[in-house]
């Protein structure tokens, strides 16, 4: 089993995480983890909120969707945006160290992984289940479970590469974790995507302008923009896959509250547009 320490720092108290003992890590002050049998390791600070993040239900069926290929255009942005990187003069190790802040099921992740072979990955969610898919996905990825919302478990300037596809984001901890001239793939819909499904009322409505306050939130905390990539394109999708956009995201929890369960299944194959920015930013360098 693969697990690499020196991405972590411990969420009580800050120091270094290393190996302790057998499928053990732990800091000098004397708090102890224990690394599970799938891989991953469960670092929430203190008082942490009880929530869990996406269950097997919604993952699963993300782990459906994304295998029929439907999102694989925007699989191929983010493989090319992580091409902006470029390993600094004078460097010994030319391949990067991959971090991923809400890996989900680790499609993502494992693309970029291929594209980068010698890479370190570091596979990051807040639902346990997400971690340990993850690290399935991405032979000798590290996997933790963290609260994107609360300071990292992380050692300061230790990601070369960052990526954050469809999830929630914490700027100023990005900016403490990638290391300057590091890139961060940030990944956000458009307010037309899979706008067929939002007017039948099958999907939540997406704000308009969320691009740009991701980019102003990052600029604010020391991201400069490099690249700016609008992706639209239509998916011809059938009844079961549109069941499976719904049940993967949000909209699956007003769903399963009675607030939205209208997909028409009699419905043949309808097309759906898919619309998103991929946005690369670099972490600023001094001046």
């Not at 807040?126 to 990825?141: D, F, I, K, T």
């Not at 306050?213 to 609008?230: E, I, K, N, P, S």
């Not at 999708?237 to 699956?252: C, F, I, K, S």
Request: contains cysteine.
């Amino acid at each position: 089993m693969s697990f690499d320490t020196t991405w972590l720092r411990c969420p009580n108290c800050v120091e270094p995480l290393h190996e302790v003992g057998p499928l053990v890590i732990g800091c000098a002050t004397g708090h102890r983890f224990d690394v599970s049998k799938y891989g991953t390791v469960t670092l929430l600070p203190p008082k942490a909120p009880r929530t869990t993040g996406d269950d097997r239900e919604m993952l699963t069926a993300r782990s459906s969707l994304l295998d029929s290929s439907v999102y694989a255009p925007i699989s191929e942005s983010v493989v090319d945006a992580t091409f902006r990187w470029q390993p600094e003069p004078g460097r010994q190790r030319m391949s990067p160290r991959i971090a991923d802040f809400g890996c989900g099921t680790g499609y993502y992740t494992a693309a970029v992984a291929r594209a980068h072979p010698a890479a370190d990955v570091l596979v990051t969610d807040r639902s346990p289940v997400a971690a340990r898919m993850a690290v399935r996905a991405v032979e000798g990825a590290t996997g933790v479970v963290l609260d994107i919302w609360r300071p990292l478990p992380l050692r300061d300037g230790v990601v070369d590469i960052a990526l954050n596809i469809f999830a929630p984001r914490n700027p100023s901890e990005y900016a403490r974790v990638i290391r300057e001239a590091g890139i961060l793939v940030v990944v956000v819909p458009r307010e037309n995507h899979l706008e067929e499904l939002q007017q039948r009322g099958d999907m939540l409505s997406i704000p308009e302008g969320k691009e740009l306050q991701v980019a102003t939130a990052l600029g604010q905390v020391g991201f400069d923009a490099l690249d700016r990539t609008g992706l639209e394109y239509e998916a011809l999708v059938d009844a079961a896959q549109r069941r499976l956009l719904t049940a993967m995201g949000p909209t699956a929890h007003h769903a399963r509250e009675g607030e939205s369960d209208r997909l028409d299944e009699s419905v043949g194959a309808m097309s759906v547009t898919v619309s998103v920015e991929v946005l690369t930013f670099e972490r600023r360098r001094p001046a």
